[in-house]
């Protein structure tokens, strides 16, 4: 079992920035692709950003793209994602999801194929 824990999240002005940690407990997260979701009110979970299980390999909504970074160090067991320019949009719940991929060293983007999933972190971006 993989325990993940989300951090970082807050309110924000429009053009701000955050970062947001999840961190694994339970098991090392060397092996498992991880990834970001979101989830605003009234609307489905949505990809945001996911990593490979190594790290060398990103993937990013194009909503994202250009002002999201995703990152890992699994020798401290956690998942980063730096997000830059915020805009109002990206207000939601950012979830932190990982799933055991050592054998591939694909992004996985479908949240269906996720095993295991933070409570969520909330991020408000102001006009």
């Known amino acids: 079992q993989v325990q993940l824990v989300e951090s970082g999240g807050g309110l924000v002005q429009a053009g701000g920035s955050l970062r947001l940690s999840c961190t694994a407990s339970g098991r090392t997260l060397s092996g498992y692709a991880t990834g970001w979701f979101r989830q605003a009110p009234g609307k489905e979970r949505e990809f945001v950003a996911g990593?490979?299980?190594?790290?060398?390999?990103?993937d990013y909504a194009d909503s994202v793209k250009g002002r999201f970074t995703i990152s890992r160090d699994n020798a401290k067991n956690t998942v980063s994602l730096q997000m830059n320019s915020l805009k109002p949009e990206d207000t939601a719940v950012y979830y932190c999801?990982?799933?055991?991929?050592?054998?591939?060293?694909?992004?996985?983007?479908?949240?269906?194929?996720?095993?295991?999933w933070g409570q969520g972190t909330q991020v408000t971006v102001s006009s």
């Open positions: 999801a990982a799933t055991w991929n050592r054998l591939s060293g694909i992004v996985v983007v479908t949240a269906a194929s996720y095993d295991y």
């Open positions: 990593i490979n299980w190594w790290g060398g390999s990103t």
